[in-house]
Nanobody, 123 residues
Framework: QVQLVQSGGGLVQAGDSATLSCAASGRPLRTYNMAWFRQAPGKEREFVASITWGDVTTYADSVKGRFTVSDDSAKNTLYLQMNSPKPEDTAVYYC?????????????????WGQGTQVTVSS
């Protein structure tokens, strides 16, 4: 079992950058598939990015080229670097970890979730 605690986010100016962190305790994050999701008001939670065994990264088309997912095994922490954010990136962001395979873009693949952190991008 793993516990995920998020930090970062808040109010960000469009075109600036921000970094979200997700610190894990209990087990090494590297034993899981890891991902970031987001949920805007009135919308379903959607996939943003993932990093899986073998350091394979996948991104939603909407953030490809702007966001970067990475992890630091020494700190047991997952990151989401958000470059050139847009107002439409405004949402509550969640980190997630899953122990089994499956569709990495699906919320059902993940067993553990962070508490969520609000990111508001102003124009």
């Amino acid at each position: 079992q793993v516990q995920l605690v998020q930090s970062g986010g808040g109010l960000v100016q469009a075109g600036d950058s921000a970094t979200l962190s997700c610190a894990a305790s209990g087990r090494p994050l590297r034993t899981y598939n890891m991902a970031w999701f987001r949920q805007a008001p009135g919308k379903e939670r959607e996939f943003v990015a993932s990093i899986t065994w073998g350091d394979v990264t996948t991104y939603a088309d909407s953030v490809k080229g702007r966001f970067t997912v990475s992890d630091d095994s020494a700190k047991n922490t997952l990151y989401l670097q958000m470059n050139s954010p847009k107002p439409e990136d405004t949402a509550v962001y969640y980190c997630a970890a899953g122990a089994t395979g499956g569709d990495i873009t699906s919320t059902g693949t993940y067993d553990y979730w962070g508490q969520g952190t609000q990111v508001t991008v102003s124009s």
